[in-house]
């Protein structure tokens, strides 16, 4: 069953848990605001797949800039420092 929460502002779905998947991944559907988005960090645990449905995302990885817009996916690395923002209008992922 899915669980509805906010995230400093955003609005997080979880779709599927790491216990549902035996530890494979887990999904997260997310509306975030215009022009937020979290600061550097990394995952140390897997990689991180982002969809984009809705809006434009800015994402940094390293130190490589990428523009995403609906129907594309952005693959984080694991332990790869990334960030992203939301564009003016906010976004879904």
């Known amino acids: 069953m899915d669980r509805t ?3 400093h502002g955003s609005l997080m779905t979880i779709k599927s848990l790491t216990a549902e998947t035996g530890g494979a991944y887990t999904i997260l559907y997310a509306i975030h605001p215009p022009n937020v988005g979290p600061s550097l ?9 982002f969809y984009v449905i809705k809006g434009n995302y800015n994402f940094i ?3 490589e800039s990428i523009n995403a817009v609906p129907g594309d996916v952005v693959i984080v690395p694991k332990d790869t420092p990334h960030k992203f923002t939301t564009g003016a209008s906010g976004g879904e992922v």
């Open 41 to 49: 960090h990394l995952h140390t645990r897997g990689n991180e797949c």
């Open 5 to 7: 929460f906010d995230f």
């Open 61 to 63: 990885l390293r130190n």
